[in-house]
């Protein structure tokens, strides 16, 4: 008979997990120039000092925070093999990357932010996984039935526009929210914007 047994946390494990949730969501609310210490401390209820415990400084919790956030893309890009990637798996992906970014939606609307900056501010992490995701799509887009010469800027055209339609049902939202007011639905809108991700996905792809 196997038993599983599962991992103990430490203390210290927990705090650095909380440290992270609190981060991620200053991060993503007021950007890295608008973030503290002070108030990623205050927001797990520690002390500041408490901080340094865990991480070496501000830049450190960022690093942390990025590597959090692009963990389940990564394997999400591991599982989508350039021998395994069809069609099919092609289109199940909008539906994949907003269950991805619904379960870590402060997540999104911070990769939104490294979308939205400068080139020379854009995180090295960030934009490593952008070009794996650019190569495998340039391998893909070959292989398409009369695909003839792809143009590498058509490729991170198609997936910049597919990337921002995603994640703009999770930066979006406040706006959504003040424009619906009570007609509001989270699951309708996710609905909506699912709807439109695949129509564009198609009329990208095909």
């Given amino acids: 008979m196997n038993t599983q047994v599962e991992p103990i946390r430490s203390k210290g494990d927990a705090t ?4 992270l ?6 991060f993503a609310e007021s950007g890295y120039e608008g973030t503290t210490l002070r108030e990623i401390a205050a927001l797990v209820g520690i002390r500041e000092p408490s901080l340094y415990g865990h991480f070496a400084n501000k830049e450190a919790i960022y690093a942390a925070v990025i590597d959090r956030a692009l963990l389940p893309f990564s394997d999400a890009l591991l599982d989508w093999s350039q021998s395994d990637l069809t069609v099919k798996t092609l289109f199940d992906m ?3 990357l907003l269950a991805l970014h619904a379960r870590h939606p402060y997540s999104a609307q911070l990769l939104q932010r490294e979308f939205n900056s400068p080139p020379q501010r854009i995180s ?3 934009l490593r996984w952008q070009q794996q995701f650019v190569a495998q799509s340039e391998h893909f887009m070959a292989r398409l039935p009369d695909a003839g010469a792809v143009s590498k800027s058509k490729v991170v ?3 910049l526009t597919c990337t921002t339609v995603i994640l703009g049902i999770f930066s979006t939202r406040g706006m959504q929210m003040q424009l619906l007011g009570e007609e509001y639905d989270a699951e309708v809108m996710m609905a909506e914007h699912l709807r439109l991700a695949n129509r564009i996905f198609k009329s990208l792809v095909m």
């Fill in 157 to 159: 055209a198609n997936m």
């Fill in 94 to 96: 909008p539906a994949k």
């Fill in 16 to 19: 650095r997990e909380r440290i």
């Fill in 21 to 26: 949730d609190a981060a991620e969501q200053v």
């Fill in 124 to 126: 090295p992490k960030v």
